[in-house]
């Protein structure tokens, strides 16, 4: 479990920073996750695009989808 959730907040952060590779988002986005809880986090994030549409071509999602990601990353933290 302590595995999987580390890999959850290193994507995730790599997301905000702009760090992550050309198809690492995409894999963490599409590939399941075993634990249920860090599943449905993947999940959320797979549908930002849909939940917080983008303000401009380039972006993945819109501020407050950002934000979301934001809230759930000082979640994961908080909880390891």
């Not at 907040?9 to 920073?17: D, G």
Request: aromatic fraction near 8%; proline fraction near 5%; charged fraction near 35%.
């Amino acid at each position: 479990m302590k595995h999987a959730t580390e890999y959850v907040i290193e994507e995730v952060e790599k997301f905000l920073n702009g760090t992550g590779g050309a198809y690492d988002w995409d894999d963490f986005t599409s590939i399941p996750i075993r634990d249920p809880h860090l599943n449905s986090i993947r999940i959320e994030c797979a549908e930002l695009r849909e939940s917080y549409p983008p303000t401009s071509d380039d972006g993945y999602c819109g501020h407050e989808g950002l934000d979301r990601l934001r809230e759930i990353l000082d979640g994961l933290k908080k909880n390891k």
